[in-house]
């Protein structure tokens, strides 16, 4: 993805707005699906046990590089809702710096009313994937 969305709060109004043309919890949910496609994911070779993000009900798999301050992430999982869910992520998390990843918490989820059509345990594993994003920026800023 070399899409440059800005910001960080910029990529969070964007997905934001995107999500308000939207009437009907389907039409967010068929858009959710059709990221989860659009997303490059990983290569094979990174859907290993070192990549794996815990506490997610599916497999998720996240590789992280840093450069020049900067944290960029790519990510996949087996399952094209969380596909969809990882694309919204990286857009506001990749390509930040760890300050700008750690001052921003996941609330867009909340604007999008997405929290409240997710079941348990796809929430839980959304959870884990903010946590293992946050989880790499504190290394990132403790090794600075």
Known sequence: MT???????????SIIDEFAL???W?????????????LTGLPEECHTEPYRVKGC?????????ERDGRITFEADSDAIIVRGLI???LRVYSRRTPGD???????????????????????NGLRAM?????????????AA
């Open 57 to 65: 009900q599916s497999q998720v798999w996240f590789r992280s590089r």
């Open 101 to 123: 990843i750690l001052s921003t918490p996941p609330d867009f989820f909340d604007a999008i009313e997405l929290g409240s059509h997710l079941s348990g345990s796809r929430a």
């Open 87 to 89: 694309s919204l992520l």
């Open 130 to 142: 903010v946590d293992h994003i946050h989880a790499r920026a504190r290394a990132a800023q403790a």
């Open 22 to 24: 939207f009437d009907e």
């Open 3 to 13: 899409e440059d969305f800005g910001t960080i709060q910029a990529a969070k109004q």
């Open 26 to 38: 389907m039409e967010r949910y068929e858009y959710i699906v059709e990221l989860g496609r659009d």
